[in-house]
């Protein structure tokens, strides 16, 4: 944003992704696509009207920290332990399915061993923003249907989140075995830090002052980014901070109310995250990709129905339940597009092997969003006898 004003490039930023988002619902897409396609419209590869796509980027880190966080205070002990009795079989078997299919695909195009295992990573997992958001609160809340989408999404959340981590803590070569210490050392000392907090400062803060909705706004963004803090200073990262500060916060009551409250602070971030990764998105050098991510995209979308029929016909779903889980979780996920930003930040994954999984999760996002809503009740169904809110 050099020369130009920050308010103008805000005003440039959300009224872009407002006007394409408006698009997009009427086209019955996620507004994923509509922040990321903004980013590529007016960012510098496009009409260049924003065009320092590293402010942006580092302005949506933000996003990123209290994204963890808010998956960190969803994962309480009770809640995860029940899920994964369910469906940790399937979601694992089923993530080394994907993965090996899209590594396999990238190794075949030619792709060198680091590239083939950050593609292989990326997708193994599915969109919890459009799985949850195209399903109806009917099925998402009393049908076996939602209750193990929610737990394959939940696991996968928790996968990506360790993924992301440990690729947090990868620069270009192999990392030395003084920070693999640092990591050990400090990783559980900033967890008795997290917990002791929680437990003898910031519970009973909440308890005295639960009545000021201000302040309990205020308490939890500073819980967030203090935690995030001290991680950062203890040699790990603001992200393992953020998430570390949601889980020690999670099995208590006002996780929830922290939660929602917070909810419209994470999408404004958010929204700049993408339009960042939209505005680093070169088409030029998208389109020499252009084979391979489609392949991949394709081939998951295809794949995903039939290894989700075969792993859940064991679990009480019906085939056609089964079925319908595998297109809902078709597409590849917004964590594919945190994994390899924070890999091309550290330098350990190349521009090709960026612009491919950016390609494929989009193209992934587009076909999915178009085959559930055509198909299967939605909010946002073409047909008034599948829309279902």
Known sequence: MHGESVVFSLFLIFCGAALLATVALCLRQAMLVAYLASGAILGPWGLGLVTDADLIQ????????????????????????RLLGRTAPVTLFSALIFAGVAALIAWGCG????????????????????????LPTTVLHHRHTGEVIISVLLLQDLIAIIALLAV?????GSPPLADIAVLFIALPA???AAWLGQRHLLLRLLRRFDRIQEYLFLLAI???????????????????????????????PIAVHIAERLKPLRDFFLILFFFGLGAGFDLAAAWRVAVPAFLIGICLLLIKPVVFRLLLARTAQTGRAAWETGVRLGQLSEFSLLIVFVARHN???????????????????????????????TPIALSERLRRD
């Open 58 to 81: 580092d302005i949506a880190r933000i996003g990123i920290i209290f994204l963890l966080f808010l998956l960190g205070l969803d994962l309480s002990p009770q809640k995860f332990f």
């Open 111 to 134: 792709f060198g061993g680091g590239d083939v295992l950050f593609i292989g990573l990326a997708a193994c997992f599915s969109s919890t923003i459009i799985g949850l958001k195209l």
């Open 168 to 172: 947090h803590g990868l620069k270009s």
């Open 190 to 192: 900033l967890g008795a």
């Open 222 to 252: 500073g819980w967030c980014l203090g935690v995030a803090q001290l991680a950062e200073s203890m040699g790990l990262s603001y992200e393992i901070g953020a998430f570390t500060a949601g889980v020690a916060v999670a099995a208590s």
């Open 347 to 377: 330098g350990v994954i190349s521009d090709p092997a960026f612009y491919a999984v950016q390609l494929a999760t989009i193209a992934s996002f587009i076909v999915s969003t178009y085959w559930i809503v055509l198909r299967y009740p």
